[in-house]
């Protein structure tokens, strides 16, 4: 079986915190309590209890193992599970071209086609959509103005992780320390609507269904918004402290696949 590797856009999956071991607060705390030539009894039972959080073994998350069965599986059996038919997977992935149009317009970039080139290293991979000297863009088309962002004013770090840690990864494929997510409000494709029409329309008569399409098409396009309130734009910068996290994450994910999962599947 390959050695594993995660996915820019599944890094988030096996980044969750690991049971056992000290946060970045306690290793201080345990530092400074090392460092006093005396200590309390109170301190001193810090200490202790401390030391042996720190020599536990490592434990990964449920969330992690389970994306590590799930790959295992993939491979063992040579199979992806399809989620293209999900509607709001299907949206994004017709419309991305016309994301990145509406992108490229309304920043005033210089035209550039869709990254094609797939990019990896020892530990992670993945495909960003566009790629300039300085910075690195990636769009997500919302499947309605319910799940646009408009008023969205955290960082990308808190809103929406998962994003934040693929713009990482691929910052750390290309060496470029700039990157931006970019939702679009696309119109939604005709391949869509006329499912939508559809299912909501068979059983109408004729006038009721001529009125029925017109009110869902009418819902479903967005032309008459300015191009700029179509977008919403999130900027961040590369940390590479974070990535090393990563890669040390993906090493012991590989510990885990190698002396867990891969002696329960060779038993059977």
């Known amino acids: 079986m390959e050695q594993f590797k995660i996915r820019c856009s599944a890094m988030s999956e096996i980044m969750g915190a690991l ?15 090392e460092a006093k030539e005396k200590r309390t ?7 202790k209890e401390l030391l042996a959080k720190r020599d536990m073994p490592k434990e990964l998350p449920k969330t992690c193992i389970t994306y590590l069965e799930k790959w295992v599986k993939e491979k063992h059996f040579k199979w992806r599970k399809d989620i293209g038919h ?23 970039l210089s035209y550039n ?27 997500k088309c919302s499947e309605s103005p319910d799940t ?5 004013d955290s960082p990308m770090k808190s809103y929406n992780f998962n994003y934040w840690c693929q713009g990482q990864a691929y910052m750390a ?32 008569s004729q006038d009721e269904r001529d009125t029925k399409e017109l009110e869902i098409r009418i819902n479903h396009n967005f032309d008459h918004v300015p191009l700029q309130d179509r977008l919403k734009r999130f900027d961040f910068a590369f940390e590479p402290k974070y990535m090393e996290h990563v890669y040390e994450r993906v090493r012991l994910c590989r510990e885990y696949i190698n002396n867990v999962l891969l002696p329960k599947l060779n038993k059977n």
Do not use: W
Not at 20 to 28: C, F, P, S
Not at 41 to 47: G, L, V
């Open 19 to 33: 049971k056992g071991g000290l946060t970045e607060t306690q290793a201080k705390n345990l530092a400074t309590l």
């Open 41 to 47: 009894a109170k301190q001193e039972e810090t200490r």
């Open 86 to 108: 999900i509607a709001a997977v299907k949206k994004g992935n017709i419309c991305e071209d016309e994301a990145i149009s509406m992108l490229i317009e309304n920043y005033g």
């Open 173 to 204: 494929l290309t060496g470029i320390h700039y990157y931006s997510v970019v939702y679009a409000m696309c119109n939604t494709p005709e391949e869509l609507l006329s499912k939508q029409i559809y299912n909501e329309c068979f059983t109408l």
């Open 148 to 152: 646009f962002p408009m008023f969205e």
């Open 113 to 139: 086609e869709k990254n094609e080139q797939f990019f990896e290293n020892d530990y992670i991979c993945g495909t960003p959509d566009l790629i300039y000297p300085d910075r690195v863009y990636d769009t």
